[in-house]
């Protein structure tokens, strides 16, 4: 433009803002808002409208109401381009009062809504399960003589399937076919999950063969729902072919997909198959998430391999990934089960040095463990520890102590402790002590 003696203008900036917002390169977009002001060009509300669309497309949202308020400070009328953008992604975070505070703010500013705020807003109700009031609005829509598009349709279909009133999710695509709306992948893939939250997998396939039909190929979020479903119902070679269909087919098998596959592998006692499924994903060039890390773990150490979970938690720790409460409870129980307690109380002071609070299932791992291991005064601690944080054991947990004292031959010990635990309310009824045969 400087060769040709041309001077970039307001418009100019606006486009370029605008490209690079487009493809999530929101630094670069700012170096161009700086440059624009720098040459003396104030932003319009294109341009704010454009950055605040691109954060909250980012779910930056703090950053997005910064700019609105800044927009509105510098004496600009926000467009229905920008309320709609701050209205959807409000929707999207579940916080609706403010989503409708906006869409009041936009009819007091005299900004038409359009039927994207609309279907921004009946989404947000139908995600939030308030569908008495999708229903209000949608029919408040019919009745203003709106042409309502298919996301508006496939939004109320998908509340209707998460309400589980498949009843009037069927009139819906009863009405889309009337209206000649065919349903598209994302209406398709809402009707698999509604089926398969019902255990209905057969129900389910018949729908991928309408698809087929239709000339649609399921994508990996529908077969990702199918294998979730097979492993529930106990059907884990079906779940696992899915996974080949989906090579087979030339379908993009993500992150997610190879999650519910390795959880549904350990849930059924199959973590070394899992193990090389995890294996073959990391090879593939996708890095495990906490999710995946976590069901891996859990599923090891409930089969006596700790020593190939303990080496996985090192390896997040590497890199840079925190593991969160359930790997910490998988670990001290699997330790406390392989002969570990030192190595399962270390566990646990490091979770009280992060801040991270034990939970019930933690607890009684530590209990039940320091109790078979005699260690009967470190598992009384952790029991009035666990209590003044309001956390109640079981019986069983409290008679396995109880035991564990008379064994050890602390009579007194043991009578002490159940008389506070029968005050407490923690045991019902007499136990008998005197019996260490009892199995916890």
């Not at 949202?61 to 910064?66: D, G, H, R, T």
């Not at 069927?170 to 698999?192: F, V």
């Not at 190939?308 to 910490?328: C, H, Q, T, V």
């Not at 019930?360 to 470190?378: E, K, N, R």
Request: charged residues 20%; hydrophobic residues 40%; proline residues 2%.
């Amino acid at each position: 433009m400087k060769d040709a003696e041309c001077e970039p203008n307001l418009i100019t900036y606006n486009s370029l803002i605008n490209c690079f917002c487009k493809f999530e390169r929101i630094p670069q977009a700012f170096e161009y808002l700086h440059g624009m002001k720098q040459r003396g060009l104030q932003p319009n509300v294109v341009t704010y409208s454009t950055l605040i669309d691109a954060f909250c497309k980012a779910g930056m949202l703090l950053e997005a109401n910064k700019f609105f308020v800044d927009m509105i400070r510098v004496g600009l009328q926000p467009n229905e381009f920008t309320y709609t953008s701050l209205i959807d992604a409000n929707c999207k975070i579940g916080d609706l009062n403010e989503a409708f505070k906006l869409e009041s703010e936009m009819q007091q500013a005299g900004v038409n809504l359009n039927i994207v705020t609309y279907t921004a807003l009946l989404d947000g109700l139908c995600e939030d399960g308030r569908m008495r009031e999708a229903e209000e609005l949608f029919g408040a829509l019919l009745k203003a003589g709106w042409t309502l598009n298919q996301q508006i349709y496939t939004s109320l279909f998908h509340g209707y399937i998460k309400a589980k009133m498949m009843e009037k999710a069927m009139d819906i695509l009863e009405e889309m076919n009337k209206k000649n709306l065919k349903p598209d992948l994302l209406l398709y893939g809402t009707k698999i999950w509604g089926l398969c939250r019902q255990n209905e997998i057969e129900d389910s396939m018949a729908v991928i063969r309408e698809m087929m039909d239709c000339g649609l190929t399921a994508n990996s979020y529908i077969y990702t729902t199918l294998i979730d479903a097979y492993f529930k119902v106990g059907k884990t070679t079906e779940a696992v072919n899915l996974l080949q269909e989906m090579q087979d087919l030339g379908i993009k098998i993500t992150v997610v997909t190879y999650g519910a596959l390795i959880d549904g592998l350990c849930k059924k006692g199959l973590a070394q198959q899992a193990v090389s499924y995890f294996d073959h994903m990391t090879r593939t060039g996708l890095q495990p998430n906490i999710m995946i890390y976590t069901a891996l773990i859990d599923g090891l150490c409930k089969n006596d391999c700790v020593e190939e979970a303990k080496n996985l938690f090192n390896e997040m720790l590497d890199k840079g990934i925190s593991p969160d409460k359930l790997i910490y409870t998988s670990l001290i129980d699997g330790n406390m089960k392989h002969g570990n307690p030192g190595e399962a109380l270390s566990l646990r002071n490091r979770m009280v040095e992060i801040g991270m609070e034990l939970d019930l299932c933690a607890y009684t791992s530590l209990i039940w463990g320091f109790s078979c291991y005699g260690q009967v005064q470190l598992a009384k601690s952790l029991l009035d520890e666990m209590l003044r944080k309001g956390i109640i054991p079981d019986q069983v947990l409290c008679i396995c102590l109880l035991r564990k004292y008379y064994e050890l031959g602390d009579i007194n010990e043991a009578l002490a402790l159940h008389d506070d635990m029968a005050r407490r309310g923690l045991i019902s009824g007499t136990i008998d002590i005197t019996v260490p045969s009892v199995h916890t």
